[in-house]
C-alpha cells in the first residue's frame, strides 16, 4: 500500500506538528522506504510469504534515524531526520506490532512473522474484491495526499517547485 502509508505518514506528521520546518519530501521518502527496503531484501535474500522483514523492525526503524543524528548536522540533519519519522509511521500504518517476531527483530530470534502478509501481489488485480481493505487504504491515502495538493496549493507550478526544492508546506 503506497499511497496509504504516503498519505497517513503526512497526514500524521501535520496533525502533531503542523507546518514547522519540517521537510514533507522526508517524511514521504522514509514513509515507503521500508517495503522499497524490505522488497529488495526479498529478491536476493529473504524468502516467505509476508514480505516484511528487517526494514519492518522498529529497531532498524532507530538505527536509521541514529545514523541520520550521528553523521549529520544542521539544516541537513532536520531534513534527512524526517526519514526517520516517516519510517516510524509506516511501521504504525502497516500495524506491526501484530508481528512481534518481526517488528521486535531480533528481540525473538532471528525468524519473522508470517504474517500479516505485505498486499503486493498480482492477486490484488486479479481478484481485487479480496482485497478491499488494501484498495480502501490506498484511496484514503489518495483522498488524503489530495487535500494536502489542494489545500497547499501545491497544482500552482511555482509553489511545487518550491515544495520539490526544500519539502515544506506554505500557506
Excluded at 520546518?21 to 529473504?46: E, Q
Excluded at 517476531?101 to 525473538?108: G, H, I, K, Q
Amino acid at each position: 500500500m503506497l499511497l496509504w502509508h504516503l498519505g497517513i505518514a503526512t497526514l500524521i506528521v501535520y496533525v502533531t506538528l503542523g507546518r514547522r520546518r519540517i521537510d514533507y519530501r522526508m517524511i514521504l521518502i522514509g514513509a515507503v522506504l521500508p517495503d522499497f527496503v524490505d522488497g529488495g531484501l526479498g529478491l536476493f535474500f529473504f524468502e516467505g510469504p509476508a514480505g516484511r522483514w528487517i526494514a519492518h523492525s522498529v529497531f532498524t526503524a532507530i538505527a536509521v534515524t541514529v545514523l541520520i543524528i550521528l553523521a549529520f548536522s544542521g539544516d541537513q540533519r532536520q531534513s534527512l531526520f524526517g526519514i526517520g519519522v516517516g519510517w516510524l509511521l509506516h511501521l504504525v500504518a502497516d500495524g506491526m506490532w501484530a508481528a512481534p517476531e518481526t517488528f521486535l527483530w531480533p528481540a525473538f530470534g532471528t525468524g519473522f512473522s508470517s504474517t500479516p502478509s505485505e498486499p503486493y501481489t498480482w492477486d490484488l488485480f486479479l481478484d481485487p474484491i479480496a482485497h478491499l481493505t488494501t484498495w480502501g487504504g490506498e484511496l484514503i491515502g489518495v483522498a488524503i495526499l489530495a487535500w494536502f495538493w489542494v489545500a497547499f496549493r501545491l497544482g500552482e507550478y511555482d509553489r511545487f517547485k518550491l515544495f520539490l526544492s526544500d519539502g515544506y508546506l506554505r500557506p
